[in-house]
């Protein structure tokens, strides 16, 4: 995929528009004219950029994991043992690094999936979907795949939607295999893919899986099996990248890891309180309420954290025609921090900065207002930190805690 479609998987939002720049502007237009995706790609029906992202990857602080979920009987979700070691997964970047896929098996299909920290729930594509939707991706075979009679609907911030059945499948995670594990069978996406299948990491409960009374944990399932109940990301912009299960790699990041920092798991995401931010030398007081999700691409921040960067930005706007930031590319713009107690998650500048617009020399911004929803932490701040997610004590849901730490 082109620079620009790994855009299509970015959410951007609103924000003010710089009113030195406005005032440049022609009083007829808000912005420059800059290309739509259709211009593009084409085939996308007119949306802005900003539009069309927040269609394909909504923040998940605010979207459904499963909406709708018909009761019926599945079988028991157990791993054939608890591992004494850990396991590491490779985490290949695509488009550019906008996006990681690991390899997972389900059933008889070997598929790269997004590791997901911000959704709860496993899923593959069927086969019956249209190859326009499938985008040259992987779908299942059916093979070692039975059928419940059941449905599940995922339905995201901007429309789109997913729509399957149920199955039992063999799922193979690194060296974790659940024999029986209930997983999504996609049969109607509303827009193409980008991926083979997903994997739910986030805290959040799926009601399909496990006793139709009770809640289930597909997260529990596979802390169950590891020697210690965590995994670590270490997402690079260069260089090999990663997912560890059951253990962190000290030699992955300087000095100690900053933790614990207690995690609100109750709508389902690995959400903290941030303490504050910094853009340049300026601090912007907290609190931030604030999640960290793998799966999303850039970060959005708290209005007043997007206001202080993009006005220390030259030529940076908010365009009415992209639903989010852009700035001249040729610009210089700072790094922005995480403010978490006594630590400062430094995001370099490198990792914020976009691809350009057609040849209109103007740039997304890899961060974002986040409006109402709470700030989220995606692949932009992950290249600059090492950060450790604890399921804690699978007895109880009020120990989860992250650690965070700058890249060797």
């Given amino acids: 995929m082109s620079s620009y479609t790994t855009w299509l998987l970015v959410g951007l939002l609103c ?25 593009i790609l084409g085939g996308l029906d007119n949306l802005s950029w900003g539009e069309l992202s927040q269609m394909l990857a909504a923040p998940r602080g605010v979207r459904g994991n499963v909406v709708q979920a018909q009761r019926g009987s599945v079988p028991a979700v157990r791993s054939t043992q608890r591992l004494t070691s850990g396991f590491e997964v490779p985490a290949v970047p695509n488009d550019n690094g906008w996006i990681f896929l690991c390899q997972g098996k389900a ?23 249209p190859a326009d939707v499938l985008n040259g991706r992987k779908a299942s075979s059916g093979k070692q795949v039975t059928r419940l009679p059941r449905k599940f609907t995922l339905q995201y911030q901007g429309g789109d939607e997913v729509d399957g059945y149920v199955g039992v499948t063999p799922l193979v995670i690194g060296k974790v295999l659940m024999p029986n594990q209930p997983i999504g069978v996609a049969t109607s996406l509303k827009k193409k893919t980008y991926i083979d299948g997903l994997i739910g990491l986030s805290t959040g409960n799926v ?119 852009v700035y001249p590319c040729t610009s210089a713009i700072p790094n ?73």
């Fill in 15 to 39: 924000a003010a528009v710089d009113p030195a720049v406005a005032a440049a502007l022609p009083a007829s237009s808000s912005s420059p004219s800059l290309p739509r995706p259709s211009d």
């Fill in 107 to 129: 059933g008889a299909d070997s598929l790269m999936m997004e590791y997901d920290s911000g959704s709860a729930i496993p899923y593959m594509l069927d086969s019956s979907l």
């Fill in 207 to 325: 009601p399909y899986i496990g006793a139709a009374t009770e809640p289930n944990y597909f997260l529990d399932n596979l802390m169950a099996a590891l020697p210690k109940p965590l995994f670590a990301v270490d997402f690079r912009a260069s260089g090999p990248s990663s997912f560890t299960f059951g253990y962190y790699d000290q030699s992955k990041f300087q000095g100690q890891l900053f933790g614990p920092v207690p995690v609100d798991p109750s709508n389902g995401q690995w959400t903290f309180t941030a303490t504050g931010a910094t853009v340049g030398n300026q601090y912007i007081a907290g609190p931030f309420v604030t999640l960290v999700d793998t799966g999303t691409s850039i970060m959005r921040v708290d209005d007043r954290v997007a206001q202080a960067f993009w006005g220390q930005v030259t030529g940076a706007f908010m365009s009415t025609d992209q639903n989010g930031w």
């Fill in 336 to 408: 922005v921090g995480v403010v978490i107690g006594t630590y400062t998650a430094t995001v370099q500048s490198d990792h914020i900065r976009g691809p350009q617009i057609g040849s209109s020399g103007f740039c997304f911004g890899g961060l974002q207002t986040a409006g109402d929803v709470g700030q989220v932490l995606g692949v932009v701040f992950l290249k600059s930190q090492y950060v450790v997610f604890s399921r804690g004590d699978l007895s109880r849901r009020d120990n989860m805690w992250l650690g965070f730490a700058p890249h060797t």
